[in-house]
């Protein structure tokens, strides 16, 4: 029984939560859990009192499990509610830090993250308690609506988020007291604010009618994209969008459980964010962030995936959901073990838990509070005490969207510079505005293990300043049946030097190139980089394929190579770096070849979990990760103006275990190209890939670095709208190619030379026959 799951993984979670729970002396019946400050303090022990408080009501706890009786739970529970009602501006004590909450924008998120632990006890709860619940609500309610207004937009006043939760909650306050003189005005805010939650630029021409309008009456702006893309917190952001569908949830099992309809714009769009959803989901459960994660890895949105789970089995029917709900819980129960002590976290985010207590009790109580949703939800269905509320026409239209929620096979947007191609034997995606941009992924579908953003296949260049960001110049990108073609520029910008009057300045130029060709395995990867002006580096590497080696993988890889094998623990292990030469295959299942560069392939392991929240507090790593680089200069070094930082040309190759990897490099070393550019710029600056995929074709992959350090003018951009006419020498054998965008096909010309053009500053893929 999958509740049994649940209980598993939170009752030796409480034991671990003692130490981050206190009482007040002068106050014996208020607690909280965590730090007891404002915002996401009042939040972090909100959500843990609904772990606490569904726990207590469980018929299957295991008193001896937690060390604590149910009586003793359910104390606690009420404490820690009551501290966080008195402890609002409606109540008569204070957060720890002297201030109340409440009357902002996200005040009302961890109520809404309370309430199924509220539901839990309600019979527990005092006539007292209920008064200052009902004070609380309302008061929140009266505030969103008379003093924050409903807005929305696709970069700038972004808010699906926080629309969705404010709206659930009107909704919510409106359902548990209906007879409140402003009940009627809390339901048609909060249907204004879910319309403008999931809202795309369509919304604005809909007619359709939800809860009495139509959608154009009451939208605001879109904070999605037309192709569901959210740019959130100014990142593709697809752990926000699991964070929607989570509010979406709340509410819809609220309502199940009261046997109401609910509101018909709680829905709004949700089967069609869904399918994106359900493409950035490995099978395992974890979450493909194709655009990156600036949090915790595996943590918070990854958590509320749990509820939106549930939500999707529930309405919509969603076969997956149940394989994909089992399987996360089995990760999340690995990392228990680890720990050893109960918790979820403690061993993996120790050093943050040092800096950071409330940041740790925050994520400890993310985790508790979601799966105390799937226990309290899941026993609802087995009592049936979930009331189907929807009418038969409902009924029908949720099988059928159900049977249309199949994952995508690709998907791209434009903003973003995203594309994502899916298959079952490759995940292939390039994001250019992420998280820590640009990052790239490819690797099998069935290793969520093997996944990091950290500007991953996007090389790195560090200067002397403290922290470092880049910024994208210009992008590109090209779909096609099969895969996808994109190429854009970067500067990297390093900031805050120790030396006093040092000023923040941009250090490097690089220009990438990324093709997934259509053989459903192969990725080719080009990067450039130059120094700006004569500066001092202290790290540069090519390539930077990360590949996690930590407790999630059982701390261990093997790499295979040219003289052998190397099999290496991850976290724990101490800082070295070792010479792979020309290609590496890792785990049997991802190989890797260097097609052209100077430097060979290293593998550089780092000594300390290195991928972590932001450089801004250095040593509070949250994940190990083995850098495969191709150039890791470590060493403190000086680079002239216009010099090279890297130049390489990488083949990625998902499903081959090592001893088709070594086969594929005898294949390689035959495919020899060369180009020659007519007069205006010298051959070197045209690179060049001739590489076979499993498809057993050839392919050619072009591409014009450029003067990278130029900077963009009119007349530059005019001029890379033009044609470069090229010469490229091939083995004999082949008769012809043809460009994989256009269908223009080219032969050999009477000197026996293909003579093809190439647009200045861009790429191009060629079939070769």
């Given amino acids: 029984m999958i509740r049994h799951k649940y209980l598993q993984l939170l009752q030796p979670w409480v034991n671990s939560a003692k130490k981050y729970l206190y009482r007040f002396p002068d106050h014996r019946e208020l607690v909280f859990y965590g730090s007891g400050t404002n915002t996401w303090g009042v939040q972090t022990n909100q959500k843990a009192l609904a772990a606490f408080a569904v726990l207590a009501e469980d018929p299957d706890l295991n008193e001896k499990e937690i060390g604590m009786t149910r009586e003793e739970l359910l104390e606690y529970a009420l404490a820690m509610l009551r501290f966080s009602l008195r402890s609002h501006m409606e109540g008569d004590v204070c957060c720890t830090d002297g201030t109340s909450w409440g009357h902002t924008w996200i005040s009302v998120l961890g109520i809404e993250r309370m309430m199924h632990g509220v539901r839990a006890i309600w019979r527990h709860l005092t006539e007292e308690d209920k008064i200052l619940l009902k004070k609380v609500l309302t008061s929140e309610a009266d505030w969103l609506l008379d003093h924050y207004p409903v807005e929305a937009g ?277 994001v250019w505005e992420a998280s820590e941009k640009p990052q790239g992924l490819c690797l099998p579908p069935d290793k969520s293990d093997m996944a990091e953003w950290h500007q991953n296949l996007a090389g790195e260049v560090r200067g002397m300043g403290c922290f470092h960001r880049n910024i994208i110049t210009s992008h590109e990108e090209h779909p096609f049946d099969g895969g996808f073609l994109t190429y854009g520029k970067l500067r990297t910008r390093s900031e805050r030097f120790v030396a006093e009057g040092e000023g923040d300045r941009e250090i490097a130029v690089e ?170 710029r010298e051959s070197t600056d045209i690179k060049g890939i001739l590489c076979q995929g499993v498809d057993k074709r050839i392919y050619l992959l072009l591409a014009d670095m450029g003067d990278v350090n130029s900077e963009t003018t009119v007349s530059q951009v005019q001029k890379a709208q033009q044609a470069r006419e090229l010469c490229i020498c091939m083995p004999e054998k082949f008769s012809g190619i043809t460009d994989v965008l256009s269908g223009k096909r080219y032969t050999r010309s009477t000197g026996g030379n293909f003579h093809c053009s190439l647009r200045n500053e861009g790429a191009a893929l060629f079939t070769v026959d």
Wanted: proline content about 4%.
């Fill in 511 to 680: 220009k990438i190139i990324y093709a997934a060709l259509p053989d459903d395995a192969t990725v080719l990867v080009m990067q450039q980089a130059r120094a700006l002006n004569r500066d001092y580096f202290r790290s540069v590497k090519g390539l930077l394929l990360q590949i996690p080696n930590d407790l999630f993988n059982g701390n261990k890889r093997t790499y295979y190579m040219e003289r052998g094998k190397l099999t290496v623990e991850g976290y724990g292990s101490k800082e070295e770096q070792k010479d792979l030469f020309d290609w590496v295959n890792i785990d049997n299942c991802l190989s890797v070849l260097k097609c052209y560069g100077d430097a060979s392939l290293s593998l550089y392991r780092p000594g300390t979990r290195q991928i972590q929240i932001t450089d801004r507090f250095p040593d509070t790593g949250n994940l190990y990760a083995d850098e495969i680089c191709c150039t890791c200069r470590r060493d403190l070094h000086p680079v002239g103006k216009g010099n090279l930082l890297f130049d390489v040309g990488s083949l990625l190759r998902t499903g081959e275990n090592h001893v088709e990897a070594e086969e594929s490099v005898g294949i390689q070393k035959q495919l020899v190209v060369s180009i020659v550019s007519n007069p205006g």
């Fill in 154 to 430: 696709p970069v700038k006043q972004n808010k699906p988020e926080s629309n969705l939760w404010n709206g659930a909650f009107l909704h919510r306050t409106a359902a548990m007291y209906p007879d409140l003189p402003r009940a009627a005005e809390y339901r048609e805010k909060g249907s204004c604010f879910l319309v403008n939650s999931i809202s795309v630029p369509s919304d604005a021409e809909s007619d359709e009618i939800l809860d009495g309008k139509p959608v154009s009456g009451r939208y605001a702006g879109n904070n999605f994209f037309s192709s569901y893309a959210l740019n959130h917190h100014h990142y593709m952001n697809v752990g926000y969008m699991v964070i929607c569908l989570s509010n979406v949830a709340m509410l819809h099992f609220f309502y199940r459980e009261k046997g109401i309809r609910p509101p018909e714009a709680l829905y709004h769009h949700v089967p069609e964010l869904w399918q994106l959803v359900r493409t950035c989901i490995f099978p395992d459960g974890r979450l493909l962030r194709i655009g990156g994660d600036t949090r915790v890895r595996y943590c918070y949105c990854q958590d509320y995936l749990i509820p939106v789970l549930l939500l999707l089995e529930d309405r919509y029917k969603d076969p997956d959901c149940w394989d994909f709900e089992q399987a996360w819980l089995n990760i999340v129960k690995q990392e228990q073990e680890y720990n050893r002590d109960g918790s979820f976290l403690s061993r993996r985010v120790e050093k943050l838990a040092c800096v950071s207590p409330l940041y740790y009790s925050r994520l400890e109580s993310d985790k508790a509070a979601t799966l105390a949703m799937g226990l309290y939800w899941h026993r609802m269905k087995e009592e049936h005490r979930l009331h189907d509320t929807m009418e038969d026409t409902g009924k029908q239209r949720t099988v059928k969207v159900a049977s249309e929620m199949h994952p995508l096979s690709f998907w791209t947007d434009d903003y973003h510079g995203a594309s994502l191609h899916r298959s079952d034997r490759r995940i292939a995606s390039w």
